[in-house]
């Protein structure tokens, strides 16, 4: 995180709100916000009042376009859309179907069992079908209509401080070479400074992270995460139910850690799935793209998938900790909001409607700020306390014991606390329930069952299932190889020796990108060394997440770089 007086000479600008992120967070906080200054400065000229100066708003993405980097399961409950913009249907919110129809499925490997109620959770009649990048999209163009400014492809590196004060970030630099000396189209990155900056970078992001352990801002439940694997198929005319939405777990595999899966019918024939795993798996083998794999080899998923084509694959990870991992959602000159503060309700499995109320509640309180002249905590503090009034925060408070009840055991979960908790309004049999990082749960290879100890064999037969490498082509990621790597590995020895001894060098399973590869070692005969294929990455984040030694650190790539999710 960089002070406020860099070493180097570099370009600044101001402005006085910077949006790290352009999704749906960041996105309808900026349109609430001018909204909210156009609400304000009408009743200021009613009531004979001065009225607010129009504020400059900037929004970075870090991807070439607004909305290539967002990947989401997009069944959107519209109660957020619709206290943003209560006309959103007739000005062209994309839905490409209204649910009509929400079932939960038990799968087992020889048969699928329809439920023949709905868990609450999982009714979901009346929500959107929507592609996240297109809703991205759409806000976007909502956003620059009412003069917000938009800079896709300038990635944030780092927070900028004045002492205890946020003022700002800066972009990251381009052109550099993978040795390490500046290329001849070397860009050094700029400052932007502003009021306010609010960040709603998605989960894990750079920027979000560093602020949170600068200052302290951890919630009281460490992180935890899930990893979700999407793919889009279309599907032969026949098959394709529009109004369709299914979730659904595997059993027997959801009686020994959690797991979930979504499928909803896309415009054109094209149905959308999506299988999460969690990261706090014991097993250091535990592969999230192995996992949807195998699902797919049930007797539904077979079928629905017979003669159709597959048309993108991407993945990502999931926060899940809910309120209780929630960080303190201000600083001095900062807002987090969206999935970077872990808004969403893991229990629905349910997170853009939460994330744009998130932004929208920010968007607030930053009118707030900007009448007062004040961008401490004394003002923005406010924007926890109108989160606690809302909506937003009473459905968290449903869901706060979800993912710790799994983590004392499945069982326990499914058949009790769950139900009490849903009786109880999210309550249950113990609150608050503990849980610790994922990371820890990871066991030695030492400590499992001697079966266990090797990866599981699988033969993927390139019509239904697909290895890493093939389905990395279907992200649409693209990295100029000649660029340091953004995957910071702080010791590559510990992978090479004590991580392949105790772990069996997990990361070539958790990365559902085929990222990390042990290659033979030139300089240590008979041993291996650790191969990033950094032009991979999908941006998923599993790899600073789950390593057992927290070595591994996601940074951003040059600006504009990483996964097309354009059609997901």
Known sequence: MAQANPEIERESMEVDVLYV???????A???????????HNASAEKNGLPPLEVPTVLILEKAASVGDHQLSGAVVNPRAIRELMPDFVEQGFPTEHICTDAYFYAFTRSMTIKSPITPPMFQKKGYHVASVSNIAKWLAEKCEALGIEIYPGFAAQEVLCDGDRVIGIRTGDMGGGADGVPKATFQAGMDILAKV?????????????????????????????????????????????????IHGSLFPDFFSEINGMWLYDMKDNLVSFGYVTPLDSTNPHSDAHLAAQRFKTTPFMRNLLEGAELVRYGAKTIPTGGIYSQPKLYTNGALLVGDSANFLNIMKLSGVHMAMKSGMLAAETIVEALAADDFSTTTLGNYAEKYRSSW????????????????????????LNIPLMILTKGRGLIDPIRTQPGHTHMRKLSELPYAKREKESFDFDGVLTFSKEHLVGFSGTQHEADQPSHLVVADLDVCRTVCAEEYGNPCESFCPAAVYEMVDDTENPGQKTLFIHHENCVHCKACDIADPYQIITWTTPQGGEGPDYSQM
Request: hydrophobic share 35%.
């Open 21 to 27: 992120g352009a999704g749906p967070a960041n996105l």
């Open 29 to 39: 906080s900026a349109y609430h916000l001018m909204k909210q200054v156009e609400a």
């Open 197 to 245: 900056t609010v960040l709603g970078e998605g989960v894990r992001g750079n920027c979000s992270k560093a602020l949170i352990e600068r200052f302290g801002m951890q919630g009281q439940n460490p992180d935890t995460y899930e990893t979700g694997i999407k793919e889009i198929w279309r599907v032969q005319p026949e098959k394709h139910q529009p109004g369709r939405v």
């Open 392 to 415: 937003a925060w009473q459905e968290n408070r449903e869901s706060r014991n979800f993912t710790g009840s799994f983590e004392i055991h499945p069982l326990f979960a499914m058949l």
